[in-house]
């Protein structure tokens, strides 16, 4: 099991930048994938951004390249989000997850969830 806990959603306006942050509890958190993954109201919930356990391979939706970067500071078990160039459709409830598997991709099973931060973005 591993904890997860979410920090650093806000509401900006259009244009702005926010950084998430998702910490960690587990001693093996060098050895998952984390992603990133947000949900709006009466939408479903949808892959935003992963790396993989070495941070060697990053993913990311077609919404957000360019705009976002997902990064991890392993002996910090940390994984964050840097979000520039926010759009009123970037609102969302933001969820960082974690994959045993390691791979951090889209398509992976995420085992543990954190409980989200709202990121509002107005225009």
């Known amino acids: 099991q591993v904890q997860l806990v979410e920090s650093g959603g806000r509401l900006v306006q259009a244009g702005g930048s926010l950084r998430l942050s998702c910490a960690t509890s587990?001693?093996?958190?060098?050895?998952?994938?984390m992603g990133w993954f947000r949900q709006a109201p009466g939408k479903e919930r949808e892959f935003v951004a992963g790396?993989?356990?070495?941070?060697?391979?990053?993913y990311y939706a077609d919404s957000v390249k360019g705009r976002f970067t997902i990064s991890r500071d392993n002996a910090k078990n940390t994984v964050y989000l840097q979000m520039n160039s926010l759009k009123a459709e970037d609102t969302a409830a933001y969820y960082c997850a974690a994959d045993e598997t390691g791979w951090g991709s889209s398509t992976q099973k995420y085992n543990s969830w954190g409980q989200g931060t709202q990121v509002t973005v107005s225009s």
């Open positions: 790396i993989s356990w070495s941070g060697a391979n990053t």
């Open positions: 587990g001693r093996a958190f060098s050895r998952y994938g």
